[in-house]
């Protein structure tokens, strides 16, 4: 199944607008309906419960938030016009926590694309956290960096491997992409925590059954730890896309791929796509 629906995390942040212009591509690689989702925890609803606030002040406070929403919605359409016809550019805006919003959303979606989080100062109600969204929803999330600015897609992808669920899970959600790349790169950090194929079939043989001509690499771990040996790979490979898997413990904490996700999303340099 080819991507036909996109959904794109936006809060106006610089982020976000690289989070639309990879949306941007995607759309005119695969003619696909692109939608802005701005989720917030909205201050009018907060205010409307404080009784000692007067009314007038409420309505002066509402209608500045009206306004930045306004903002918001108009910079989305600016980025998305002319490369986005209007017939496939859409714009939602719901209230609710940020993060179990999107991940609510993303159900009815083929990907979710967001920015790597931007600290927003004074507008934590707009706050995105790409690992959790990507944890608490179960459908792939592609987290962009925040200048990620390209001509084209580069069709290469990396998939970081550990033969475990996670990896595994990333693979199968990711494949409606990979299955458009030129070629995948597999890369193994060998830290003695990688699973063994199973009998008769490996990842290479898995992948190469969609068409899609696939290499192995196995690497040390740097003294930067798996996340820079991973990273290191892509840069070498000219890979235009990450993939990996995300982890959730027992605890709710959202932990990514052995630990390591936390460095590659904070300094990768190309999209990465995450899933449970």
């Not at 989305?76 to 959303?105: C, M, R």
């Not at 592609?142 to 897609?153: F, H, N």
Request: aromatic share 6%; with cysteine.
């Amino acid at each position: 199944m080819s991507i036909k629906s996109i959904l794109v995390a936006y809060n106006g942040s610089d982020s976000s607008d690289a989070a639309m212009r990879l949306a941007k591509l995607m759309h005119r690689k695969y003619d696909a309906h692109v939608t802005g989702l701005l989720a917030h925890q909205s201050a009018q609803s907060r205010l409307r419960q404080e009784t000692w606030i007067p009314s007038d002040m409420k309505d002066v406070l509402g209608a500045l938030e009206d306004k930045e929403h306004t903002r918001i919605k108009d910079a989305f359409l600016k980025v998305g016009y002319p490369e986005v016809g209007p017939d496939h550019l859409h714009w939602i805006e719901q209230f609710g926590n940020s993060d179990q919003t999107v991940a609510d959303y993303s159900l009815m979606f083929d990907v979710t694309v967001v920015g790597r989080r931007d600290i927003l100062v004074g507008n934590r109600r707009y706050d995105l956290h790409p690992d959790r969204i990507a944890a608490r929803s179960g459908r792939p999330v592609i987290v962009v960096p925040r200048k990620y600015d390209v001509e084209a897609i580069h069709e290469h992808a990396v998939l970081a491997w550990d033969g475990n669920r996670a990896a595994a899970n990333a693979l199968w959600s990711a494949m409606s992409i990979l299955e458009t790349k030129q070629r995948v790169t597999i890369v193994t950090v060998d830290n003695k925590k990688v699973g063994k194929p199973l009998p008769g079939i490996d990842v290479i043989t898995a992948i190469e059954r969609h068409g899609v001509q696939a290499n192995l690499i196995t690497v040390k771990p740097s003294s930067g730890g798996a996340a820079k040996a991973i990273l290191d790979c892509c840069e070498q490979e000219g890979a235009g896309l990450l993939v990996m898997g995300v982890r959730q413990t027992t605890s709710f904490r959202e932990e990514l791929f052995g630990g390591t996700g936390k460095s590659v999303l904070e300094n990768a340099n190309i999209p990465v796509l995450l899933a449970q």
